[in-house]
Nanobody, 127 residues
Framework: QVQVVESGGGLVQVGGSLRLSCTVS????????MAWFRQAPGKEREGVSC????????AYGDSVKGRFTISRDNAERTLFLQMNSLTPEDTAMYYC????????????????????WGQGTQVTVSE
């Protein structure tokens, strides 16, 4: 059984930082493409970032480029998202998702490419 569990969300002020984590079990994490998505109330789910199985390829949505950094620790089966210079527009539920084995990541992720999802962790950025 695949389990995807996010953590690290919370309340932060404008300009602050947060680091999200996602631990995965039940699949070959070290050979699986991973991604972060987010969804704000009343808005569609948005692809934030993805990372290929080896960590050598990454991609970001335009709204987070230069501020967010995705990384992974295959030995610890953990995905990370370092978020800096946060704005109120970053307020959303953030989801971790697992995709294809042996995949690369060359463009902003789309939900249809990912098979397993976590329950989400809430990020709220206050003025």
């Amino acid at each position: 059984q695949v389990q995807v569990v996010e953590s690290g969300g919370g309340l932060v002020q404008v300009g602050g930082s947060l680091r999200l984590s996602c631990t995965v079990s039940g699949l070959h994490f070290d050979t699986t493409t991973m991604a972060w998505f987010r969804q704000a109330p009343g808005k569609e789910r948005e692809g934030v970032s993805c990372i290929g199985w080896s960590g050598s390829t990454t991609a970001y949505g335009d709204s987070v480029k230069g501020r967010f950094t995705i990384s992974r620790d295959n030995a610890e089966r953990t995905l990370f998202l370092q978020m800096n210079s946060l704005t109120p527009e970053d307020t959303a539920m953030y989801y971790c998702a697992a995709g294809l084995r042996w995949g690369t990541c060359t463009s902003e992720p789309t939900a249809g490419q990912y098979n397993y999802w976590g329950q989400g962790t809430q990020v709220t950025v206050s003025e």
